[in-house]
């Protein structure tokens, strides 16, 4: 199939939005701009990063809590595994399933740059045991990653889907993808997991390109190939903000339109925190702001 604009007979498809913790009120400020920009168009789960360290951390619990106290979205909150003791994350848990947030985003984290995977001894250390952990604590809905090219640090490409299986085996209901460019990748990852006898939703992550150099740098760090044909499309355009941007939403249209077009109904999209071009893909799905909002979309 082929992508096409006028492709009016698919539903909107089912959208989710993805924040991060701020550090500053600066960017607590710019958060919650972007938050009610995209709350109108109802999206099924708003979930908000878990970075490494305290401060980052408490501010992604502190995020979800005032989701959960000021808006009615269902918001999901990403938990990390590495560097902590059972009781930790069992704690934190607990106290998110007591605020009523029922959805987790279950991950192993990574460790700091230039150091390997070492397991906390009281730990849990995969993100396989952590979903099993939160299944003993709460009946939580649970997330996974999935990812489209292989984890870095997988084997091989068999043990890392293995290792999807499995999280979904320990609980998970749903696998949220790595991004990526190519909507092939994605749909490789897709066929190899229904031969596999995965049925849970594999739902594919869109990292709209706000900035190019600063995608390009994380996407070397997580493995991510960064395609020749979209280096091509943003040279040039450095010192041209507008063009930049239109660039970058036509990139993440077409993605998303492609997908579409191959029976993908469920997106998770990026924001970093910035609405416009995530607000231009969920309306270019057909997605509308409903609501006492709707005005202002
Ligand atoms: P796992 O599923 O545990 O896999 C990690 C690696 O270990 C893989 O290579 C896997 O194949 C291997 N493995 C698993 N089990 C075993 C085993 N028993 N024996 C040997 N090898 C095994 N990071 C953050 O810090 N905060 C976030 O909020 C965050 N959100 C993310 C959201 C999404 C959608 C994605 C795709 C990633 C996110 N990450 C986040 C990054 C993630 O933490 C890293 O990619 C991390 O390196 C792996 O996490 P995981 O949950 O996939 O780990």
Redesign the pocket.
Known sequence: PRACLRMRDAPPPVLSF?FVPPRTDAMAQRLWHCIRRLAPLSPRFV??????GGSAQAS?RATIARLKRETSLAPAA???C?GATREHIDDIARAYWQAGVRHI??????PPPGAG?APHPGGY??????VAGLRRIADFEI?????PE??????SPE??L???K??LDAGATR?????FFDAATYLRLRDRCLAAGITAPIVP?IMPISTYDQVARFSAI?GVTVPAWLTHLFEDTSRNPELRRIVAGVVAVELVRTLQAHGINEF?ISTMNRPDLPYAIAHMLGARPTGEDAAAG
């Open positions: 993805e979930s908000v990063t878990y970075g490494a992604t990403h938990l990390t590495i985003v279950a991950l192993r984290g990574d995977h250390a995969y993100a396989s045991d952590l997330s996974v990653a999935a990812y292989t984890h870095p640090a997988a084997s043990a890392d293995d290792n999807l499995r999280k696998a949220i993808t790595q991004y992550g997580c998770h």
